[in-house]
């Protein structure tokens, strides 16, 4: 058995957390002793309860503003302390401080890199100087690996690709599921278009709002599903709307395995990304997608096959949404084809296996 500790920045909701959520899951299954530290203070986001309810150990290391000399010692003393034989850290800060206090500790240390994760240059160097201190460095697709090695993040020996894997029995089709969801946010029999993420200026969620403008109407409705910093700029370009009472924002939501049944088209309008759980979770509820080709994305969508992948640009996001709101028998052959490749491809179980396999890998 081991005694692996997972660290976060926050258990704010983000797709590093649902990673590090799902994976703890896993080790826990298989025998292994798994909790979680924070790096922030309180109060806690809500993936704190989520880690909780699974029966992870939830606990937090503070980091004090800027630079913290002293959140590496104190780290590695809670470490020590609860007889740590790996710790995993997940993005930028905690690869700053948790790989040095893996080490004191006499600890593995594995990291893993979400996205491109854009930073100063002060910052990177720090960074790459974290990475010297990993056992192994791992990217979630082959296209965060590319980016890796042109930003030079990590040792060309230590770097490995694991693709995010994900519980996908929760999103399994669920006629009920969707018939209470659309009562719920009042969708009536539209045709949706559905996005779940982060509000922020990456997610572009205000690309997605103007390119849907010419589609909307009392039959195509859009869902937005999220919270974030992001918000006051998707709540203009929704007040910029002739109509804006055909989009629905319900906020930060934990119940998504849920709302996404009341979607017929999943959409996505990022600048950039890693490789985004939510869209393999999609295709898994039967979804087609239309993303920009930005990031892992590419590897995620068959192109014309599970959906359509488009540039970052309105009128190209636009008119591949109105392909499937015009054909919606090709969106639900799209949708089936979809769930039948995200469970080919993304086994929650393979994930785990292999990370596992790199752990044991870094401590002999």
């Known amino acids: 058995m081991l005694s692996i500790v997972h660290v976060l920045s926050s258990y704010g909701v983000g797709g590093q957390e649902r990673v590090a959520l799902d994976l ?3 080790q826990k299954q298989r025998g292994h002793d798994v909790s979680v530290l924070s790096l922030a203070a309180e109060p806690d986001g809500a993936m704190a309860a989520e880690f909780a309810q699974a029966g992870i150990s939830v606990g937090r290391v503070v980091k004090h503003g800027g630079l913290d000399p002293t959140l590496v010692p104190r780290l590695a003393r809670e470490l020590r302390r609860r007889k740590v034989d790996v710790v995993h850290t997940h993005n930028p800060l905690p690869l700053i401080y948790g790989a040095p206090a893996a080490r004191l500790a006499g600890a593995a240390a594995i990291h893993t890199k979400h996205g491109v994760n854009p930073g100063s240059r002060g910052h990177r160097m720090l960074r790459r100087a974290a990475a010297q201190l990993t056992h192994a460095f791992v990217a979630v697709s082959d296209t965060t690996e590319i980016q890796a090695r042109k930003q030079r993040d990590a040792p060309l020996a230590r770097l490995h690709t694991i693709p995010n894997g994900i519980r996908l029995d929760r999103y399994a089709p669920d006629p009920e599921a969707r ?3 659309r009562v719920e946010l009042g969708l009536g029999d539209a045709w949706v278009i559905g996005t779940v993420g982060r509000l922020d200026d ?3 969620q205000s ?6 403008a010419p589609h909307l109407s009392s039959t195509v409705r859009l869902v937005i599903v999220g919270d974030g ?7 203009r370009a929704i007040a910029a709307l002739p109509d804006p009472r055909w989009v629905v924002m319900t906020g930060r939501r934990m119940d998504v395995p849920k709302l996404v049944h009341a979607f ?5 309008s990022s600048k950039s990304e890693g490789l985004p759980l939510v869209v393999p979770e999609a295709m898994a509820a039967s979804l087609p997608i239309v993303a920009t080709a930005v990031g892992g994305l590419p590897s ?11 540039p970052v640009d309105e009128a190209a996001l636009s008119a591949a949404l109105g392909t499937l709101i015009g054909d919606h ?3 639900r052959a799209m949708g089936v084809k979809g769930r039948e490749i995200a469970l080919a491809r993304y086994s929650h179980d393979r994930m785990v296996d292999a990370y596992l396999a790199l752990y044991h890998q870094a401590r002999e």
Do not use: C, Q, S
């Open 179 to 181: 018939a209470a969801a």
């Open 329 to 331: 028998e090709r969106a």
């Open 24 to 26: 703890a899951i896993g």
């Open 229 to 235: 910093e992001g918000r006051p700029d998707v709540e």
């Open 300 to 310: 995620v969508v068959d192109e014309g096959v599970t959906g359509f992948l488009v």
């Open 202 to 204: 990456f997610k572009n």
């Open 207 to 212: 690309l997605l709002v103007r390119a849907m």
């Open 264 to 268: 017929d088209v999943f959409a996505l």
